[in-house]
């Protein structure tokens, strides 16, 4: 019976497309809400009834055959890294549809037709099993994408969507070369087709270091512009400044997860030993990453702009985590992904909610909400404060691990003797530098609240609240759209635990399934990590 | 150092378990920040929230005292629940754990006491002085004043480093939140901003303590840290002088905690952001700005004084800064006009000092200070706040004068005079000279430290006179008056105005401050650190050097003990201070603005006195140097991004396309045809999926 509820998951959101689609234009947000309501029942089914004891294994597993011969079927089943992604998807669709209510009027069949379509793509992706599939899903959050930003966004959305469009399209075609060489190879293995994921990544490891260097550069070229990694991060800020509320609150909060889920579940999963080998390298880009588009994140004057280069930031301490290769950065880099889909999508929310208002996202425009509009600004406050990463909210929980994770990643201090340090190719340095990141986050986004919340009240020439046909300060139907958000940052940064918990049997398994070159320890008890674990196998 | 000097701490004995109530100390402010957040979105327009704050800060006090009354020796551990638990293996260090909860030992105690009751007896003077504001604004600043109360707590209580991050980051927080509660005015909003970026820079320094402490220890919980015998190992060879057998990892461990207590704690050259700190409203100034949060950086170094010992050089920098710090503020402290920013000056000074004690091995010397100057800081702050309250917003002391013999400022001038005692270290009669003076004489004792000592000693003259100055110009000497330009719209204007002398809330705590900067004289001179001194010995901060041969190594000034004649010339020096203040300031001057012998002085000293006054130009030098350069890369940075790394982008977009020579068509053709591609695309993968499966099977 439990095999039932991800089909049903993936199912439900489509269902309530085509129902918007052929409803009344006025009745169009209202089914909209109800469906993406209604899509989350199946998803607390899972939430309940995963089994977090046996964390690691991919359940409610259910598949249907295709082309046996060819090894061709749909398969699906998540493990608890999968099933928190799968939440928190559900948990931003509804208020997508909140946060879109008042800003969407011309043709909202369509729009939220297309946002209910991209629930069914994105959760397909997470709970992906075998690769036809998975690609299936990853190709086709596009599509939504496209519309969303494409037909809804505002002044240069053709040239925005456009970009997006073949920006990650193109990486991802090279992605599925290097996935299809994976199967390819894994055929010669089992002597027969297989796409089923847990199998090619088995498989995956028996290929020759430069075929693992070489399957890592295609994987990369997808996934790595998704994410987005520095140099690959240039249509992010077109694509999110042009995007309506929604487009950006999707695309921060899960298609960029999308990116480091791939690079978790498949560069990691299948090509861990040249992840490792070529971690350097990438840290290194992850970290001016960090740093470069925090600078530029300093000296824009386009408040959306602005949060979109502080994904790119934000994101580089993400993919950090990841090459960190051990158990604390992946749990960071995972919850990262779960943290940043709130805090950063709580923040595009409230630019959208003033977007309405002011019709200008120009911080000389629009300056000291707080004499106006005190219960924005409060919510304003507290969502840059969860994103610059204050102990106590979500984003310190993430961010401190992926950078204690990057710092204790190192062979070299393993052999030195450190006790906590781990088996890994990054070290202090790679930290410290990230940790910048810090103080830079700090500047931007106090700056920005500086700007936009504190000071004497500016407004744009002509402003009239009447015009806008919203209540000066949030309406319920926006403060409902971002309790949920501020809620899920304070539980999130006060009781991490219950997550980090979920995600750690996973995580091991990943970890262990690395093989480092064994380390002399000192003491003979701190040999757990260098030991080679063949038998187990990651997802 | 020397290598006979035997060290101890006293974390051998096991750790205990706290009671559940000592979680009470931070649940009741949080319970206050709930209330008064709720008040707010009540719209309650009444001193309520200030009358909740006192009295969950005030509970907080009294299970504070209970904890004192409660405790025994060592120290002990109340849980909450698991904040982190990470594991990859069973072997130390292979878990990374972070409980929420508290470490109990007499170090806290000492800290908790007086943050709870100083954030209530500020609580009660605020409910006064910030009444102008009552709705919206008067529940705000309650909600920031009792979040800052529990994240002191956390930071002061916590079990482990992370628990002190999180409190270290809360109270920098609402820190921010108040500096900039008069959120119209731009200067209180880039004072905020400045301070929380400029914490940010120590708190990373902080982080990658806190990183390598894990690192190297396998742990942050304090219980586990301190009980290691890694550390132990470490202070043995350290006891012996012995600095070579012990890993560098170890000794850098100090010194990146040492950066984040120089940010918390105002220290060069991070202490830019605490004199603009002063644009808060004066309550917050008094309370976060001077008593309590800001030695949060002695705190820091206190709680973790073993990890210090361990290292050569650490200890020495910490007293270095604090000397230096200590004389470099004072010199721009005398030369402000702004009293509230003279204060903040000798808070940044002061702080210096106890710097210097933890780096000279003393302390009990730098926490008796810390208790000392807690509540004469707080009573000085409060002064001021009390006088820009009655004057509208004026601090000028070549503004205000005579404050003494006007009607209804007696309590205010009494208790100034007494906290302007203390800070001057007046002899024997003041805790500020008993507190200070262990410092001053423990330098001279530390080998190598004496260059530390006479920068200490000879700051003690100068804060004599900065401070004094304060009080000839505005308390004493001819009566006279100007408003400050903070007017209330109540019909008269700046010539019509009345200064109005403070109600019973401000003059009540005053003079228990007053009192209490009294009653702590016999609590840290009795016995040589009298009950202060016991607090620290029961602590991770108690540092015993047995050897007397120490002291007899480091003679100082003609065979003289240094313990023994440092009050005397402590004495001699603040007497001293406060004489010339006394001939510059108050003999002849005959108005508030006109002192001839001030004005004398300051044309003998030229360019020196512009110099200070505009703070050595260190803002500038800073925005010169890190800020200015950093936003040209950011602009050059941005234009990089649009033009070389988008360029190349859409340069390789255009190259198919111009080859393929196809035009865009309209917006659904375009959809329609990215659609068939991503068809393709997957049509592409099946296909090659079935050449590959014919060939091989």
Same mark, same amino acid.
């Given at each position: ?31 909209? %809400? @109800?469906?993406?309501?209604? /899509? +989350?029942?199946?998803?607390? &089914?899972?939430?309940? *009834?995963?089994?977090?004891?046996? $964390? #690691? ?121 290097? %996935? @299809?060489?994976?199967?390819? /190879? +894994?055929?010669?293995?089992? &002597?027969?087709?297989? *796409?089923?994921?847990?199998?090619? $990544? #088995? ?127 992946? /749990? ?208 | ?697």
């Amino acid at each position: 019976m439990n095999s039932v509820l991800i089909p049903v998951s993936l199912a439900l959101p489509v269902v309530f497309a085509l129902l918007v689609a052929f409803m009344p234009a006025e009745r169009a947000r209202g089914t909209a %809400l @109800v469906g993406m309501l209604l /899509s +989350a029942v199946p998803v607390l &089914g899972l939430l309940f *009834l995963f089994d977090y004891s046996r $964390a #690691a294994e991919f359940q409610f597993a259910a598949s249907v055959e295709w082309a046996p011969q060819l090894g061709l079927s749909l398969s699906v089943g998540i493990d608890s890294v999968a099933l928190l992604l799968i939440a928190l998807t559900a948990l931003l669709g509804p208020v997508c549809v909140l946060g879109s209510w008042t800003a969407i009027t011309d043709r909202p069949r369509l729009f939220y037709s297309w946002l209910l379509v991209m629930q069914t793509a994105m959760i397909g992706v997470f709970a992906a099993r075998d690769l036809v599939f998975f690609y299936m899903c990853f190709e086709f959050t596009l599509l939504p994408m496209f519309v969303l930003i494409g037909v809804f966004g505002s002044t240069n959305r053709k040239i925005a969507s456009i970009k997006f469009f073949l920006y990650t399209f193109t990486g991802s075609l090279i992605a599925l070369a290097g %996935l @299809v060489y994976v199967a390819w /190879s +894994a055929s010669g293995h089992y &002597g027969r087709w297989t *796409l089923d994921i847990g199998e090619l $990544a #088995a498989a995956a490891r028996l290929m020759s270091p430069t075929e693992q260097g070489l399957v890592l550069a295609a994987m990369l070229a997808g996934f790595a512009v998704k994410v987005p990694l520095f140099p690959l991060h240039t249509w992010l800020p077109l694509a999110h400044t042009e995007a309506p509320t929604a487009g950006s609150v999707i695309l921060a909060g899960v298609l960029l997860k999308l990116g480091t889920y791939g690079i978790y579940r498949f560069v990691l999963g299948f090509v861990p030993m040249a992840m490792v080998e070529h971690a350097p390298f990438l840290a290194v880009l992850a970290i001016i990453g960090i740093i470069y588009a925090g600078l530029i994140c300093w000296v824009q004057t386009d408040v959306k702009k602005l949060v979109a280069y502080s994904s790119v930031s934000h994101l580089g301490f993400c993919v950090l985590g990841l090459l960190a290769v051990n158990t604390t950065g992946l /749990s960071g880099s995972v919850m990262y992904m779960l943290s940043h889909g709130l805090s950063t999508g709580a923040l595009f929310l409230m630019i959208g909610f003033m977007y309405e208002r002011y019709h200008t996202r120009d911080m000389g425009q629009v300056q000291g909400l707080a004499s106006k509009m005190p219960v924005w600004s409060s919510f304003m406050v507290f969502f840059v404060l969860a994103s610059v990463g204050l102990p106590g909210l979500n984003g310190f929980v993430s961010e401190f691990l992926c950078l204690i994770g990057a710092f204790q990643s190192s062979s070299e201090l393993v052999a030195a003797g450190h006790p906590g340090a781990t088996a890994g190719a990054l070290g202090p340095w790679y930290a410290a530098v990230a940790g910048v990141g810090m103080v830079v986050a700090a500047m931007y986004l106090l700056i920005m609240v500086g700007k936009v919340v504190w000071g004497e009240l500016v407004e744009p020439a002509g402003h009239d609240d009447a015009h806008t046909g919203l209540p000066v300060d949030l309406s319920a139907r926006e403060i409902a759209a971002l309790l949920p958000l501020a809620a899920g940052c304070l539980i999130f940064g006060l009781f991490p635990q219950p997550l980090l918990g979920a995600i750690e049997a996973p995580v091991n398994v990943a970890v262990r399934s690395i093989e480092f070159e064994p380390v002399d320890v000192p003491h003979t008890t701190e040999h757990a990590e260098a030991d080679l674990q063949v038998g187990e196998v990651a997802p | 150092m020397t290598g006979d000097v035997i060290l101890t701490f006293a974390a051998d004995a096991p750790v205990g378990v706290a009671p559940w109530w000592v979680m009470l100390i931070p649940a009741l402010p949080m319970l206050g920040v709930i209330l008064c957040t709720l008040m707010a979105i009540a719209g309650v327009r009444s001193k309520l929230p200030a009358w909740v704050t006192v009295g969950c800060l005030g509970a907080s006090f009294v299970v504070a005292v209970a904890m004192l009354l409660n405790h025994g020796e060592g120290a002990a551990v109340a849980k909450a629940w698991d904040w982190f638990h990470i594991s990859w293996g069973d072997a130390q260090g292979q878990q990374f754990n972070a409980i929420f909860g508290f470490y109990i030992d007499r170090l806290t105690i000492l800290w908790m006491l007086f943050v709870t009751g100083l954030a209530t007896l500020i609580g009660l003077y605020a409910s006064e002085y910030m009444s102008h504001d009552v709705g919206p604004g008067y529940c705000r600043f309650f909600v920031a004043f009792n979040l800052f109360v529990f994240s002191m707590a956390c930071l002061v209580m916590g079990a482990n480093m992370l628990m002190l991050y999180l409190g270290w980051e809360g109270v920098g927080l609402c820190s921010y939140l108040l500096i900039g509660y008069y959120y119209k005015k731009p200067s209180a909003v880039a004072a905020g901003k400045k301070a929380f970026i400029v914490n940010r820079i120590g708190d990373l320094g902080l982080a990658l303590g806190v990183y390598l402490t894990f690192v190297h220890f396998g742990t942050i919980e304090y219980a586990e840290l301190f009980a290691s015998d890694k550390l132990a190992g470490y202070l043995e060879h350290a006891s012996h002088g012995d600095f070579s057998h012990i890993p560098l990892a170890a000794q850098v461990i100090p010194m990146l905690l040492m950066v984040g207590a120089f940010g918390k704690s105002a220290q060069l050259p991070l202490y830019v952001w605490l004199p603009d700190a002063m644009e808060g409203p004066t309550p917050v100034s008094a309370l976060i700005h001077a008593a309590t949060m800001v030695t949060a950086g002695v705190f820091l170094i206190a709680r973790t004084y073993p990890v210090f010992q361990v290292s050569e050089y650490a200890l020495p920098t910490v007293a270095w800064i604090g000397g230096l710090t200590a004389f470099f503020s004072a010199t721009i402290g005398m030369a402000q006009f702004d009293i509230k920013r003279i204060m903040a000056y000798s808070t940044v000074s002061q702080l210096g000092y106890m710097f210097a004690g933890l780096g000279v091995l003393t302390s009990v010397g730098a926490a008796a200070h810390v208790f000392t100057h807690a509540f004469f800081k707080a009573l000085l702050f409060l002064c001021c706040g009390a006088v820009m309250h009655g004057f509208a917003g004026q601090l000028d002391l070549r503004k205000l004068s005579g404050l003494w013999r006007m009607k209804g400022w007696g309590i205010v001038s009494i208790t100034m005079l007494v906290g302007c005692l203390n800070l001057a270290g007046f002899p024997v009669i003041t805790s500020g000279f008993w507190s200070k003076d262990m410092i001053m004489a423990e330098a001279f004792v530390r080998p190598g430290m004496g260059p530390v000592g006479w920068l200490l000693l000879i700051t003690a003259g100068l804060t004599a006179y900065y401070t004094f100055r304060v009080f000839f110009r505005v308390f004493v000497g001819p009566q006279e008056y100007h408003p400050g330009d903070e007017l209330h719209d109540d019909g008269h204007g700046a010539e019509h105005f009345h200064p109005h002398a403070p109600g019973w809330a401000i003059n009540s705590v005053l003079v228990i401050l007053a009192v209490l900067s009294f009653v702590a004289i016999p609590l840290v001179a009795l016995n040589h650190g009298g009950w202060v001194g016991e607090m620290i010995h029961g602590s991770t901060a108690h540092y015993e050097a047995h050897a007397e041969a120490g002291h007899h190594g480091s003679v100082w000034l003609a065979g003289f003990n240094p313990h023994a004649v440092m009050y005397y010339i402590s004495a001699v020096v603040g007497i001293a201070g406060i004489l010339v203040a006394y001939a510059l300031h108050l003999r002849g001057r005959t108005s508030a603005g006109e002192a001839p012998a001030a004005e004398a002085f300051k044309n003998a000293l030229g360019p020196v006195q512009r110099w200070a006054e505009h703070k050595w130009y260190v803002d500038e030098l800073y925005d010169f140097l890190f800020r200015k350069p950093l936003w040209v890369l950011s602009q050059i940075f941005r234009y990089v991004d649009m033009l070389l790394v988008d360029g190349l982008v859409n340069t390789a977009g255009w190259i198919p396309s111009a080859l393929g020579g196809r035009l865009r068509r309209g917006q659904n053709g375009v959809l329609q045809s990215y659609a068939a591609s991503m068809a393709g695309g997957l049509a592409l993968f099946v296909v090659v999926v079935l050449i590959l499966a014919s060939r091989s099977g």
